[in-house]
């Protein structure tokens, strides 16, 4: 059975379900279209790889820019979210080259904040469901038999609105007598964004030792949407936020590079960095409406474990750079007010990933046996 050599998420994704890489508010859940590990996508002609990828974060840590600002948990002003997302995915053997992949993502999101409920008293809001589901499709470029040593492939996916981006619940002390109200929970635990996404990733991976594989892979979601038409209520904080009063459909990227190595025949562990993105502008579209730019570069160690058809993965990549850039409509309202602004958000310290998958194979059709033997 082949070796996990890499653990891509992500991711991602990114959306909504959709990344959250590294735990950032910002940075919702999503992982690539086309497979969420290189050994899913080893597969002979007619084989089938099943799977579920957990993954799990708290975001606290406010930082505007570069700086964080630990006053706010001192304060007990920070805003808090908890992150549950599970992918269920299939990937099929095309060929030995090609493969296609679907993925189901699920969520359950929590946050707890003081300024979404009058400022006074910290209340807790939720959002569960199914997110935006993906298909993919890849191709490794090169002949395995020939190119035993490494490899590279590239693929294309599809994101699909199908998760809620009006996901909604109680707000307190916000009306306009202080009493409660249903309003659309934050832009960062909603299951959906809105929009069909396109994605384009890659994977690739180079023996450089035995036992010992260099590995890099990263995915981009293209989001053409500008934003949803789902209310913010941000204006209703202070009206110089107008121009934040509806969510944006942003892009979302991530790339990951590092090293994998053979433990023993079932055993194989990776140290590699991700960054994972946010970004301030999309490249298709638009740049309305209000989103949280962000960015987060990790250092990822992982964990393989692979017995007859099963492998198991774990990663937890650490957060050692987060950045909150000044996003458009920061920069609007500077330029309208006069006045600096700089908006915030929260990111996690660590996130945990969790994977298992089994593979069904295809009995009529093999991978050359000494093909095989190079990934052991």
């Known amino acids: 059975m082949t070796k996990k050599l ?25 992982s690539s279209c086309v497979g969420n590990s290189l050994e899913n996508n080893l597969l002979n002609k007619g084989d089938i790889q099943l799977g579920i990828n957990y993954r799990f974060f708290k975001s606290f840590r406010h930082f505007r820019g570069l700086e964080e600002e630990p006053d706010r948990v001192t304060n007990n002003t920070e805003v808090v979210n908890f992150s549950h997302s599970t992918d269920f995915f299939l990937t099929y053997g095309i060929s030995k080259r090609v493969y296609s992949s679907i993925t189901l993502p699920t969520v359950f999101n929590s946050r707890s904040s003081l300024y979404e409920h009058g400022r006074n008293e910290r209340n ?26 490494g490899n590279i492939s590239i693929g294309l996916g599809l994101k699909l609105p199908t998760g809620n981006y009006n996901a909604s619940d109680i707000f307190y002390n916000v009306g306009p007598n202080a ?38 892979s990263g995915f981009y979601l293209l989001n053409p949407r500008e934003t949803n038409g789902i209310r913010t ?28 190595y053979t433990i023993s025949p079932s055993i194989s562990s990776s140290l590699g960095s991700r960054f994972d993105c946010v970004p301030v502008k999309d490249l298709i579209g ?20 692979n017995q007859n058809n099963f492998s ?46 089994y593979r069904m194979n295809n009995s009529k059709v093999k991978i050359a046996p000494e093909l095989l033997e190079e990934f052991k």
């Open 124 to 149: 807790t809001t939720f959002s569960r469901g199914i997110g935006d589901i993906r298909f993919g499709i890849g191709a490794w470029l090169l002949n395995f038999e020939e190119n035993i040593n």
């Open 179 to 216: 009493e409660p109200q249903t309003r659309p929970v934050d832009q960062s635990i909603q299951p959906g964004d809105g929009g069909i996404g396109f994605t384009l990733d890659f994977q690739s991976y180079k023996k450089m030792a035995n036992g010992l594989f260099g590995y890099a």
């Open 233 to 260: 209520f941000r204006e209703t904080l202070n009206p110089i936020l107008e121009n934040e009063s509806i969510m944006a459909v942003p892009d979302q990227y991530s790339i990951r590079a590092g090293f994998s």
């Open 6 to 30: 890499v653990f891509l998420t992500l991711f991602i994704f990114i959306s909504a379900t959709k990344l959250k890489a590294q735990g950032c508010v910002a940075i919702r859940h999503f």
């Open 312 to 357: 198991f993965n774990l990663n937890i990549p650490f957060a050692v750079r987060r950045e909150r850039p000044q996003s458009i409509t920061d920069i609007q309202t500077e330029q309208l007010t006069g006045s600096p602004r700089h908006g915030d958000a929260a990111f996690a310290d660590y996130v945990i990933n969790f994977g298992i998958t």
């Open 286 to 305: 638009g740049n309305n409406g209000f989103r949280r730019p962000g960015n987060v570069l990790s250092i990822d160690p992982g964990l393989s474990l």
